[in-house]
Antibody
Framework: QVQLVQSGAEVKKPGASVKVSCKAY????????IHWVRQAPGQGLEWMGW????????NYAQKFQGRVIMTRDTAISTPYLELNRLRSDDTAIYYC???????????????WGQGTLVTVSS | EIVLTQSPGTLSLSPGERATLSCRAS???????LAWYQQKPGQAPRLLLY???SRATGIPRRFSGSGSRTDFTLTISRLEPEDFAVYYC????????FGQGTKLEIK
């Protein structure tokens, strides 16, 4: 069955970088776009961007332009989120999510990873 | 950026009652790109509805959606104990955005 399994919790200092992985199981990895969404403690959902696993094309939310890098390793069906120059307000749970529609960047997210807590603290 | 505003912020109801949640967009949204999610504490969001009114796989019939352009509604016909959670609407177009959420709590 389809699963997205994310890497474990991270604790980082302000100014550092973090890289979160999201291994995909149970479907053809290159066929479905992956989005990244974060959720600060007690807050709502914030979209960060997407990656096309087939060719590596990306689209980032303007808020994160210049600080975020989304990549993927097709050999191991794993997309990655890297966030640089971390600040305390980057403390959040980071989710990967798959678009439900084949080869479409737009659409609802039908499968989500379990989330990765990133804590930024000095 | 399309801003989605959900109301009410908190809805207090009893099991068996009907719940009506609203999502208003700052500009017109294609119904094809309006989705609703349920999130319980400590869990990732779960897709309930997409295309404004289509139920995702495995979602019970008591969940329904309606609306168009800037006004959308999620209705839960008869609340079950497991329905008490936070609900988010999402426009899933080119640059997706989410509403701030409605917390459905037990009265």
């Amino acid at each position: 069955q389809v699963q997205l399994v994310q890497s474990g919790a991270e604790v980082k200092k302000p100014g550092a970088s973090v890289k979160v992985s999201c291994k995909a199981y149970g479907y053809t990895f290159s066929d479905y776009y992956i989005h990244w969404v974060r959720q600060a403690p007690g807050q709502g959902l914030e979209w960060m961007g997407w990656i096309n696993p087939k060719n590596g094309d990306t689209n980032y939310a303007q808020k994160f332009q210049g600080r975020v890098i989304m990549t993927r390793d097709t050999a191991i069906s794993t997309p990655y989120l890297e966030l640089n120059r971390l600040r305390s307000d980057d403390t959040a749970i980071y989710y990967c999510a798959r678009v439900a529609f084949y080869s479409d960047s737009s659409g609802p997210f039908d499968y989500w990873g379990q989330g990765t807590l990133v804590t930024v603290s000095s | 950026e399309i801003v989605l505003t959900q109301s009410p912020g908190t809805l207090s109801l009893s099991p068996g009652e009907r719940a009506t949640l609203s999502c208003r967009a700052s500009q017109s949204v294609s119904s094809s790109y309006l989705a609703w999610y349920q999130q319980k504490p400590g869990q990732a969001p779960r897709l309930l509805l997409y295309g404004a009114s289509s139920r995702a796989t495995g979602i019970p019939r008591r969940f329904s959606g309606s609306g168009s352009r800037t006004d959308f509604t999620l209705t839960i016909s008869r609340l079950e104990p497991e329905d008490f959670a936070v609900y988010y609407c999402q426009q899933s177009g080119t640059s997706p955005t989410f509403g701030q959420g409605t917390k459905l709590e037990i009265k």
